[in-house]
């Protein structure tokens, strides 16, 4: 089966620090992976398509400065949380596309979950 | 699929019993549907999903059914055990592969 990894899977930092998340396909090649927030209770929000080679593309309201993503391999994207503040406290969560035989498959990641003190 | 509200819809079962959870979405230009199941602390994972041109879809224990004219999905779960307690998500997309729209979520629990 198709794996993909996140880390850390779990972090926590000071209100006004940096974090970075990465996001990894184990076993197959990843052109296009996706990012996304969950708060407790709710559903999965999409927050930016990560492209490998070109710039992420981000949803209506999602901060570009303050998520920044690289997809700089294959297999390898992340998302760095900039100034982080206690709202930005959640799950997150992403999925790596994969095209084998002519079918897109999308994988999940295990999740990070990043509290803000 | 619709993502709205703050408190996920529930659904209490005994075990032994089918469960059937639905789920509303809004794009008409959708062609691909997922079932997600969704365990505390962890990512989605797959169960079973179904494109557009067919109503209805068998896995292993899950019946997925698709009616596009009221835009609606449900998840039929034959059996159901303690193991299955989990959040299940809807989710669609134009293409399978390309970005996905989840639904709220409905939180299955299962009482031995």
């Known amino acids: 089966g198709a794996v993909v990894s996140q880390h850390p899977s779990w972090v926590i930092c000071k209100s006004g620090t940096s974090v970075k998340i990465e996001c990894r396909s184990l076993?197959?090649?990843?052109?296009?992976m996706f990012w996304y927030r969950q708060f407790p209770k709710q559903s999965l929000m999409l927050m930016a398509t990560?492209?490998?080679?070109?710039?992420?593309?981000?949803e209506q309201g999602v901060e570009k400065d303050k998520f920044l993503i690289n997809h700089a391999s294959l297999t390898l994207s992340t998302l760095t949380v900039t100034s982080a503040h206690p709202e930005d406290s959640s799950f997150y969560i992403c999925?790596?596309?994969?095209?084998?035989?002519?079918?897109?498959?999308?994988?999940f990641g295990p999740g990070t979950r990043l509290t803000v003190l | 699929g619709e993502s709205v509200g703050l408190h996920l819809p529930t659904l209490s079962v005994q075990e032994g019993d089918n469960s059937i959870i639905n789920c509303a979405y809004s794009?008409?230009?959708?062609?691909?549907f997922i079932w997600y199941k969704q365990e505390s602390g962890k990512g989605p994972q797959f169960i079973i999903d179904?494109?557009?041109?067919?109503d209805k879809r068998q896995g292993q224990r899950v019946t997925v059914l698709l009616n596009k004219t009221v835009k609606h999905l449900s998840l039929q779960i034959a059996a159901t055990q303690p193991g299955d307690s989990a959040v299940y998500f809807c989710?669609?997309?134009?293409?399978?592969?390309?970005?996905?729209?989840f639904g709220e979520g409905t939180q299955l629990t299962v009482n031995p």
């Open positions: 076993d197959f090649q990843a052109t296009t």
């Open positions: 794009n008409s230009a959708s062609d691909y």
């Open positions: 179904i494109r557009s041109n067919m």
């Open positions: 999925s790596a596309r994969r095209i084998s035989g002519g079918n897109n498959e999308q994988f």
């Open positions: 990560s492209n490998e080679g070109s710039k992420a593309t981000y």
């Open positions: 989710a669609d997309s134009e293409t399978s592969g390309s970005r996905l729209t």
